[in-house]
């Protein structure tokens, strides 16, 4: 089975900068993953950030930027707002077909 | 902006089978090139990826599913309805979650969510 790892919890200072990262058991993780990137905000469904490693859509903030660093995943907030306080997921595609979520990681404001 | 709506049983029996209908607005199922997924998240705990299905045009291909649920999955399309369903047989208690369509290839576009609680 298939697991995508992320760290569970993590935080920042108001103004500060965080990398997130997403890993795979299956090895080092490249563009052909198509990283996606999605925050989650208590009672509401999660909404994409980030798509195919570093693409941005209209409604994300340029504050959040999408990479590969290191064999991972990376999803970096620079000047963190106390309304980035949320789960974000990231989601690899396996063979193109087949998605998983990794399990979440809770990113407090403080 | 695609538009999704889930719609279907909010509580289903243990061995039974989950059946739940996205309805789509704002966008043809067939006309175009789309993923339309569906994507479960149990009370206090993560997402997980349960499949999707690819359309162009009229035509649906054949769907892909997670391997852990691919045994009880059945991701189809309803062109003339501008639909999509899940169903999800043999349910047991751990079934029991929000369960969300969407659409797109990231996906990008979701729908509100609904709970199905598996339960006697």
């Known amino acids: 089975q298939t697991v995508v790892t992320q760290e569970p919890s993590l935080t920042v200072s108001p103004g500060g900068t965080v990398t997130l990262t997403c890993a795979s058991s299956?090895?080092?993780?490249?563009?052909?993953?198509?990283p996606n990137w999605f925050q989650q905000k208590p009672g509401q469904a999660p909404r994409v950030l980030i798509y195919s490693t570093n693409n941005k859509y209209s409604w994300t903030p340029a504050r959040f930027s999408g990479s590969l660093l290191g064999g991972k995943a990376a999803l970096t907030l620079s000047g963190v707002q106390p309304e980035d306080e949320a789960e974000y997921y990231c989601?690899?595609?396996?063979?193109?077909?087949?998605?998983?979520f990794g399990g979440g990681t809770k990113l407090t404001v403080l | 902006q695609v538009q999704l709506q889930e719609s279907g049983p909010g509580l289903v029996k243990p061995s039974q089978t989950l059946s739940l209908i996205c309805t789509v607005s704002?966008?043809?199922?067939?006309?175009?090139?789309?993923?339309w997924s569906w994507i479960r998240q149990p009370a206090g705990k993560g997402l997980e990826w349960i499949g999707r299905i690819y359309t162009s045009g009229r035509t649906s291909y054949n769907p892909s599913y997670n391997p852990s649920l691919e045994s009880r999955v059945t991701i189809s399309v309803d062109t003339s309805k501008n639909q999509f369903s899940l169903k999800l047989s043999s349910v047991t208690a751990a079934d029991t979650a929000v369960y969300y369509c969407?659409?797109?290839?990231?996906?990008?576009?979701w729908g509100q969510g609904t709970l199905v609680t598996v339960s006697s």
């Open positions: 704002g966008a043809s199922i067939s006309s175009g090139s789309y993923y």
């Open positions: 299956t090895g080092v993780v490249t563009s052909d993953y198509y």
């Open positions: 969407a659409s797109g290839g990231s996906p990008e576009d």
């Open positions: 989601l690899l595609y396996y063979g193109g077909a087949r998605g998983v």
